[in-house]
Every structure is written in C-alpha cells, then in structure tokens.
C-alpha cells in the first residue's frame, strides 16, 4: 500500500476540475436547448410537440450510461476525430436538455394562464410575451426542480469515467490502482462529491419550501 | 348619459357573430354596434356568455361565424389584423393579471416599449401620465403583490392606458375586489368615461350603468335579450329574464 500525499491529493483535484468544467458545460449548453426544447414543446405546432416529447422521451427512458456510449461511439463513426472530453460534453450537453426541457415546459405552463393573455391584449408579440413576461415567472417556479437536476448532473458526471474521461471518479480509480487503498480514495472522492452537492440541494429544498410558503 | 355619442361614428361592430365551445353555442348570432365615445354596460346571468362577447372583440376568443371590425379593421384572424386590433384596443380583467416579477412602473412601459417603439424615456413619461390619472403614481416603484387588490386593479387600467387605445374592454373590473375597494376602481372607470373614452365594461356594478352607460345590454344564455338606455332599462325592463335578473341583482343593493 502506498501513501496518500500531496501528489496523490493534486491529482484528485485536477480530476475535480474536469468534473466541475463537465457539469458547467452540460449544464449551460443543456440550459440553452432546453430552453429551446421547452419552447417547442409547448408551442401551437404539434409537429414541433410530437418531435420534443419523443426526444425528451428517449433520454428519459435510457441509462445515462448508454446515451454516453451511444454518442462516444457514434461520433466516432461519423469519422470525426474527437477526444473523450468532447464526445461526454455532447452527450451531457444532450441529456440536461432533454430533462431541463422537460422541467421548464412544466414550469412554463404552470404561470397562470391570464399572465399569457394579459400579454396578449397588449398587443406583446411571442418572443416579448415569452422573454419579458412568462419565461422569467417560469424559470423561477422551476427553480428548485432545476438546482435538484443539478445535483444530478454532477453525480452523473462519474459515469464519464467509464470511457476513459479523467474526471474525479476516474482519477479516484486511478490513484486507487497506484496505492492499493480503495477504501480510503474512494471515500475522499466521495465526500468531494458530497461537499459540492450537499449545499446545492439543501438550497434547492431552502428554495422550495420558501416559494410554498409565499404561494400560501 | 354625459355626453351624446349619437353623432359620432361607428367604432366596433359585430355582425352576426356565432361561437361554439364545442357543442356549447357560447354565442347566438350576436349584433352590436358601438359608437364612438359610446359607454355600454354588459349585464347577464353568469355564464350568459358576455365575457366571451368582449373576449372576441380582442381575438382572445376566436369565432366561428360572423365579422368583427374594429376602426376599419376587419378581424379576419390573421396576425396582422390581430395586432392592429389589440394596438387600439385595451382590456381590463377581473383578476387584474398584472405582471407580478415587474414593478408598477415596469408593467406600464413594457408594451408601448415592445409594441409601439417607445423609447424608454417616452414610456415612462407616459406611464407616469397615466399612473398619476388613476392616482397611485407614488407607488411607481412597487411589485403588484404590495398593493391593495384596488390598486392594482387601477394599475392595470393604467397600463391598459399606456398603449393609448381608442377603445376599452373590463371584463368585471370589480368582481375580485374587497366591498371597500370597489367604489376606487369605479370612480377612476367614471373619470375615464367622463374624458370620453368608448368603454364596454361587463359588470354587475348597477349603480355605474346607470351613472354611466349610454346602452346597457342584458345577455341571457348566449344571446342579447334586452337593449335599453339606462333610465328605460332599470323602470321598465320588458323581458321576463329582464326583470328575473333585476330583481335578484338589486335585491342585494
């Protein structure tokens, strides 16, 4: 067994790193399709509903595992030369925005209907009715549901390291292998993890009960 | 009446306009013609389907059958005529619908900034016009959500104001109100009809049809049972429903 020391802990921390840069990437690119996906979804057009809710549908109802492989090993097969960082930045960026889509349609049709209509007799076209006046009560309602996907999102940032990514799970795997003491790497890698996410859900559960309590 | 209207043109018409909602017939051939500076109060049974009547002159409700014009333009359902249409028409509803994550002064500069062009600085000399005018200028800066269910309720008239239209829709302006917050509401709908403005207002509030309205107008099941100047309308309803209503809705006063 070989000592846990600074170079040991340097290299978690890079690993952190990459897990922190892979959730802020999947999270603001998943953020600005899912703003896209949520508009689709709840627009006049069917043909653009029926396309979203079979998207969402899909990466609901897969294993965030296999979207992973799936885009890992489908980019590959376009002949495009991509490096494990990109590829896992497509599929993360891809699954929040299906799941954030899908939170923000519901928070979007959750604002009172007169709020849309109040917008309407003003003569407010959709991109301001959206922009100025529903989008940002949605955006607040879905709040919690948002920080709450968050927290998922970091935690499933460890999947990355089943295809070689280096973040802080696979980092954890390799300084594992080098000290023989899993337990003890493993169980630091895990209180990172707990550390980041802890405060964020704890706001996220702040937020709601505090948005229940002014509704009342 | 406070001043004829007889003399000027015509500013909506309906013509034999039909809805359905589903198998509901919501409107039965309605005809309404209302002039310019023309104040009309809108009565009926709940759902008598005058909301809906109102709704439709904004192209908030579609209809099935029949022609709406409005200044001039028909509304065919295209976007265009729509847009013209809600830029001269203004509406009021019953659960105020303000915009609650801007304040008041945000909430009366948003469309003529979006809709008409306005600068910022145009919009809110303009909103502060209007704001003074219902008298809750000194609450400029405040979220809906702190005021009274009045103030707000003459907030959203003044933002209804702020897009200058020619005509005005209330949709129960006082439904939704405390007792003791009625009479600000409809003192403020009185100035406004005193200035001239063409005003249909859908309310049950008896005392302002009769010091207001030009035309009252009582709806029973879809249709428009009865048309009479005020005087007439209150000593000598013809209709059987007419006087029902009356009768019912007074006792209360």
């Given at each position: 067994?070989?000592?846990?020391?600074?170079?040991?802990?340097?290299?978690?921390?890079?690993?952190?790193?990459?897990?922190?840069?892979?959730?802020?990437?999947?999270?603001?690119?998943?953020?600005?399709?899912?703003?896209?996906?949520?508009?689709?979804?709840?627009?006049?057009?069917?043909?653009a509903?029926?396309?979203?809710?079979?998207?969402?549908?899909?990466?609901?109802?897969?294993?965030?595992?296999?979207?992973?492989?799936?885009?890992?090993?489908?980019?590959?097969?376009?002949?495009?030369?991509?490096?494990?960082?990109?590829?896992?930045?497509?599929?993360?960026?891809?699954?929040?925005?299906?799941?954030?889509?899908?939170?923000?349609?519901?928070?979007?049709?959750?604002?009172?209907?007169?709020?849309?209509?109040?917008?309407?007799?003003?003569?407010?076209?959709?991109?301001?009715?959206?922009?100025?006046?529903?989008?940002?009560?949605?955006?607040?309602?879905?709040?919690?549901?948002?920080?709450?996907?968050?927290v998922?999102?970091?935690?499933?940032?460890?999947?990355?390291?089943i295809?070689?990514?280096?973040?802080?799970?696979?980092?954890?795997?390799?300084?594992?292998?080098?000290?023989?003491?899993?337990?003890?790497?493993?169980?630091?890698?895990?209180?990172?993890?707990?550390?980041?996410?802890?405060?964020?859900?704890?706001a996220?559960s702040?937020?709601?009960?505090?948005?229940?309590?002014?509704?009342? | 009446?406070?001043?004829?209207?007889?003399?000027?043109?015509?500013l909506?018409?309906?013509?034999?306009?039909?809805?359905?909602?589903?198998?509901f017939?919501?409107?039965?051939?309605?005809?309404?013609?209302?002039?310019?500076g023309?104040?009309?109060?809108?009565?009926?049974?709940?759902?008598?389907?005058?909301?809906?009547?109102?709704?439709?002159?904004?192209?908030?409700?579609?209809?099935?059958?029949?022609?709406?014009?409005?200044?001039?333009q028909?509304?065919?359902?295209?976007?265009?005529?729509?847009?013209?249409?809600?830029?001269?028409?203004?509406?009021?509803?019953?659960?105020?619908?303000?915009?609650?994550?801007?304040?008041?002064?945000?909430?009366?500069?948003?469309?003529?900034?979006?809709?008409?062009?306005?600068?910022?600085?145009?919009?809110?000399?303009?909103?502060?016009?209007?704001?003074e005018?219902?008298?809750?200028?000194?609450?400029?800066?405040?979220?809906?959500?702190?005021?009274?269910?009045?103030?707000?309720q003459?907030?959203?008239?003044?933002?209804?104001?702020?897009?200058?239209?020619?005509?005005?829709?209330?949709?129960?302006?006082?439904?939704?109100?405390?007792?003791?917050?009625?009479?600000?509401?409809?003192?403020?709908?009185?100035?406004?009809?005193?200035?001239?403005?063409?005003?249909?207002?859908?309310?049950?509030?008896?005392?302002?049809?009769?010091?207001?309205?030009?035309?009252?107008?009582?709806?029973?099941?879809?249709?428009?049972?009865?048309?009479?100047?005020?005087?007439?309308?209150?000593?000598?309803?013809?209709?059987?429903?007419?006087?029902?209503?009356?009768?019912?809705?007074?006792?209360?006063?």
């Open positions: 067994m070989g000592p846990i020391g600074e170079n040991e802990f340097f290299f978690l921390m890079q690993g952190l790193k990459w897990t922190v840069l892979l959730a802020i990437v999947g999270f603001i690119g998943g953020g600005i399709f899912g703003i896209l996906i949520a508009l689709l979804r709840t627009s006049k057009k069917k043909v509903r029926t396309i979203t809710a079979g998207y969402i549908g899909v990466f609901q109802g897969t294993p965030l595992l296999m979207q992973l492989f799936v885009v890992y090993y489908g980019v590959a097969l376009l002949g495009v030369e991509v490096n494990a960082g990109i590829a896992v930045a497509i599929a993360f960026t891809l699954h929040a925005s299906a799941f954030l889509g899908e939170i923000w349609r519901g928070s979007i049709e959750a604002v009172p209907k007169g709020q849309t209509e109040a917008a309407n007799a003003l003569g407010l076209h959709y991109v301001s009715r959206m922009k100025d006046v529903i989008l940002p009560q949605a955006l607040k309602i879905s709040l919690p549901a948002t920080i709450g996907f968050l998922q999102l970091i935690k499933g940032t460890s999947l990355a390291a295809v070689g990514f280096i973040e802080l799970t696979r980092a954890g795997q390799i300084i594992s292998n080098q000290t023989y003491r899993p337990l003890l790497v493993f169980g630091i890698v895990a209180a990172i993890y707990f550390i980041i996410c802890w405060p964020l859900s704890h996220g702040g937020l709601e009960k505090r948005m229940a309590k002014a509704a009342r | 009446m406070l001043n004829s209207a007889k003399d000027q043109p015509t909506i018409s309906l013509e034999d306009v039909q809805k359905w909602y589903g198998a017939h919501a409107l039965k051939s309605i005809s309404l013609s209302v002039r310019k023309e104040k009309i109060v809108l009565c009926g049974p709940s759902g008598s389907g005058k909301s809906t009547l109102i709704r439709c002159i904004n192209a908030l409700e579609t209809i099935e059958e029949g022609k709406i014009v409005v200044e001039g028909v509304l065919d359902g295209s976007t265009k005529s729509v847009d013209a249409i809600r830029r001269e028409v203004g509406m009021v509803f019953q659960s105020f619908n303000l915009f609650p994550h801007m304040t008041v002064l945000q909430n009366c500069t948003l469309a003529p900034m979006r809709v008409r062009g306005t600068s910022r600085t145009d919009a809110e000399r303009l909103a502060r016009k209007y704001l005018r219902v008298r809750i200028l000194d609450q400029a800066e405040k979220y809906p959500a702190q005021l009274s269910g009045g103030q707000q003459r907030v959203a008239i003044a933002r209804a104001l702020c897009m200058e239209p020619k005509v005005m829709l209330f949709d129960e302006p006082t439904s939704a109100l405390d007792p003791e917050m009625v009479k600000e509401v409809l003192d403020t709908m009185i100035g406004l009809a005193r200035d001239g403005m063409t005003m249909i207002c859908v309310t049950h509030e008896m005392g302002f049809a009769r010091q207001v309205a030009d035309r009252v107008i009582f709806m029973a099941s879809g249709e428009i049972v009865e048309e009479a100047e005020p005087e007439v309308f209150f000593k000598s309803p013809k209709h059987e429903r007419t006087k029902t209503f009356l009768g019912e809705i007074l006792a209360h006063h």
